[in-house]
């Protein structure tokens, strides 16, 4: 009876911490194997492509379906639909990293590392079968997914290199300077650049996903039909974007669809808009215009008939005929 209540006794304690301590999910267990692995200078490989990984499905999972909440349900489809491309990049992950395990245990059985009856250093086949294995292995084709793992990698290490302290550094916030998020922005306004608070795993995510919208495997059509103008700071010091209304190839050069042109072409543009003097509705029915929407469209905007809409545009072409602009 005494050695039943004192083993009853010393499992209480462990009761009760396990019910007061809240267990850690597994990709905050991964992020922490890796600032270990990392901080304690050896092999931590294996641990940064354990998160590399979680990272760049993390990233996926939520650009193949925005609007899904439970993970469960990703491959099923939802009302907002997903993208083909990005479950096949998706599923490509698990087979690469399949693909590169199989090839490096079939690359350590395979040969091994002796010495000939000289003493000279040699490498000679120690197990055919795993010979085979890996000659065949090695002529495999990754997919796409693997480069967003590689990505998030690259990324991770970026940061660790600038960042690691002690654990729990991939959370802890700190300040960048980035570009505003604006649709127009002049070289002059100061307000371009702010600093906004991010933190390591924040940017690794950023990366991955430029990466996602980058990829010319995964887009479909990667134009996004607006001209952007690239120029410098008063300062010289950064670069800021001017963005001309959409579908505004304004004698640009089309590189695959992505049409570019120089500061003179935004202050030509711009000119020719101030020279207009067009009223509120006739520059708002031309920037929708401009945009690229029909005369249909816009009056629904607007809450105006067709008519309306042709009768302004018919006003806006009356002036730039005024002004020595013609068809």
């Keep these: 009876m005494n050695a039943n209540t004192n083993t009853s006794r010393k499992a209480t304690p462990a009761t009760d911490k396990a019910a007061t301590v809240p267990a850690m999910s597994a990709f905050e267990t991964v992020k922490r194997n890796f600032e270990t692995a990392y901080a304690a200078g050896g092999d931590y490989s294996a641990a940064l492509l354990d998160l590399s990984q979680a990272i760049a499905y993390s990233t996926l999972n939520k650009c193949i379906d925005p609007q899904r909440k439970t993970a469960a349900d990703r491959d099923s489809i939802s009302d907002n639909g997903q993208s083909p491309a990005l479950l096949e990049v998706k599923r490509g992950i698990y087979f690469d990293r399949q693909t590169l395990d199989n090839t490096a245990t079939a690359a350590n059985k395979a040969t091994k590392a002796t010495f000939t009856a000289d003493g000279d250093p040699v490498t000679v086949t120690a197990d055919k079968d795993a010979e085979n294995a890996l000659n065949a292995l090695i002529g495999e084709t990754l997919s796409d ?15 660790a290199a600038e960042h690691t302290t002690a654990p729990g550094w991939l959370d802890r916030p700190y300040n960048v300077r980035r570009l505003s998020k604006r649709v127009y922005i002049r070289a002059s306004d100061s307000a371009a650049y702010s600093d906004v608070e991010t ?36 300062d010289g010091l950064d670069t ?18 992505n049409y570019t042109a120089d500061r003179q072409t935004v202050e030509d543009y711009e000119s020719i ?42 006003q806006v072409q009356v002036k730039a005929v005024k002004i020595g602009l013609t068809a």
Excluded at 145 to 159: K, P, S
Excluded at 293 to 314: C, F, H, Q, S
């Design 145 to 159: 997914g693997i480069d967003l793992v590689n990505t998030a990698a690259l990324a991770l290490l970026e940061q």
């Design 199 to 234: 933190t390591p795993i924040q940017e690794v995510y950023r990366a991955v996903r430029q990466a996602i919208q980058n990829s010319r495997a995964i887009q479909t059509d990667p134009r996004n039909g607006y001209t952007y103008i690239e120029d410098l700071t008063a």
């Design 240 to 257: 800021i974007y001017y963005r001309l209304q959409k579908y505004a190839d304004l004698g640009g050069y089309n590189c695959d669809g």
């Design 273 to 314: 808009i101030a020279r207009l003097e067009l009223s509120d509705r006739q520059a708002q029915v031309l920037r929708l215009r401009m945009q690229g929407r029909g005369y249909k469209a816009i009056g629904t905007y607007l809450g105006v008939d067709v008519a309306n809409v042709k009768r302004t545009m018919k």
